[in-house]
């Protein structure tokens, strides 16, 4: 089923490897094919993945645009998961992981990284009552 992108003026995306970005005023694009696609918001850059949970968010991200490099960002997620699991020990945190993982075994990784920015907010409000 083809997918319908509209891209506001100077927005940018990611189709497959490629940056898009939208030169003129707004925009539609329809992609025909099955490829990863990301809109500039969704993505964030390896600089930025600060936390664990930014980290995993990053490594699904690699995961979702690189699929033959796929089994080494494995490594990689699990060993950042455990990092998570020893450094917010919660059954929130749990049960947001397990979607997460979910979502990478059945081949979904778009899905995987909205499961994982739900991961992220909860960190971020951990981290937060932590430093009050």
């Known amino acids: 089923m083809p997918l319908k992108l509209t891209l506001k ?3 940018k995306v990611l189709i497959g490897t490629a940056v898009i970005t939208n030169a003129g005023q707004k925009s539609e694009i329809i992609i025909q094919n099955t490829v990863p696609v990301l809109r500039e918001k969704d993505i964030i850059a390896e600089e930025n993945a600060d936390t664990l949970a930014k980290k995993l968010y990053y490594i699904i991200l690699s995961m979702y645009v690189d699929q033959r490099n796929e089994n080494e960002f494995h490594k ?3 060993k950042l ?3 998570l699991f020893d450094s917010l020990p919660d059954q929130r945190n749990l049960a947001m992981v397990m979607a997460v993982s979910r979502k990478i075994l059945e081949g979904n990784h778009y899905q995987a990284l ?3 920015r739900k991961l992220i907010e909860f960190e971020s409000e951990v981290l937060a009552n932590v430093s009050r």
Do not use: A, H, R, S
Request: aromatic share 16%; glycine share 0%; net charge negative.
């Open 9 to 11: 003026p100077n927005e």
């Open 76 to 78: 990689i997620y699990f």
């Open 81 to 83: 998961v455990n990092e």
């Open 114 to 116: 909205k499961e994982c």
